[in-house]
């Protein structure tokens, strides 16, 4: 197993797993400027990584997921910082995840607030352990989710419950976030990284660019109409045959073995 080393989070390889662990436990892993940009360079290098095919996102410790913002560090840049400037350092320093084109899952440990919410909202499926809770309590500090938040959970779970968490601020179960539709998944604490880890195996072993490519179709597809999803899937199918994995998954099935795939 090697490790990446960086300030505000932690990046470890099993095998051709990576777990991403937000790593800030004296702010309950909140997200400041520097995690931003560990992010988007971490997601950088596991996306160009071959030997990893999936990614896991967690938080360290039991407490907390993330509790979104800095808002110490919004408090200091709202004041030495005008808007649009702002603006800009957090577009182009985002977390990268909604560019990451292998798989991600969200393991929510504990309590996920606001920009936390949002960073599992980015990721493809989430576990949540059975203590795990989400809020946006955005409007109570005078503000809104701006990463995301009111586009995201209104598309994952209707806009009737989107309004009603984000209006409210008020804090959701993990199983009432379950069946919302938030999130997918809800097991013992004990079980969350273990099961989160075995799910994001399974998507790993399979053909890498055939992954992606489904990836692609489903989210892409997702802002299409369907005529026009259905032409993206064909030409993303299409360019699949035209790949050496796709001549060894149909050897290795009549020759009774695991493939070997090249990635190409």
């Not at 160009?48 to 560090?73: H, N, P, Q």
């Not at 539709?181 to 013992?188: F, H, I, K, R, T």
């Not at 005529?227 to 899937?233: F, I, S, Y």
Request: charged letters at 25%; hydrophobic letters at 45%; aromatic letters at 6%.
């Amino acid at each position: 197993m090697n490790t990446i080393a960086f300030e505000t989070i932690q990046v470890e390889k099993h095998g051709r797993v990576a777990t991403l662990t937000l790593n800030r436990p004296d702010a309950m892993h909140a997200i400041n400027m520097q995690m931003r940009s560990e992010l988007r360079q971490a997601l950088d290098a596991l996306r160009r990584d071959a030997e990893i095919g999936a990614v896991v996102l967690t938080g360290s410790g039991e407490k907390a997921f993330s509790a979104g913002m800095d808002l110490r560090e919004f408090a200091k840049t709202n004041a030495d910082m005008p808007v649009a400037e702002m603006k800009r350092y957090r577009w182009e320093n985002n977390e990268g995840i909604a560019a990451f084109d292998k798989p991600i899952i969200a393991a929510v440990n504990g309590l996920a607030i606001g920009g936390g919410v949002e960073l599992a909202l980015l990721c493809d499926l989430t576990f949540a352990a059975e203590e795990a809770t989400f809020a946006f309590g955005e409007v109570k500090r005078g503000l809104m989710p701006g990463n995301g938040g009111t586009q995201r959970l209104s598309r994952r779970v209707g806009t009737a419950r989107a309004l009603d968490m984000i209006l409210t601020g008020r804090t959701v179960s993990a199983h009432e976030a379950l069946a919302m539709g938030l999130v997918e998944y809800v097991v013992p604490a004990k079980e969350l990284l273990v099961k989160a880890i075995q799910l994001a195996e399974q998507m790993a072993a399979n053909a890498p660019i055939a992954v992606r490519s489904a990836k692609a179709a489903v989210h892409r597809g997702a802002d299409l109409t369907l005529a026009d999803g259905l032409r993206l899937e064909q030409d993303l199918a299409s360019f699949l045959y035209t790949t050496d994995d796709a001549k060894e998954g149909p050897k290795a099935f009549l020759a009774k073995r695991a493939p070997v795939w090249k990635g190409q």
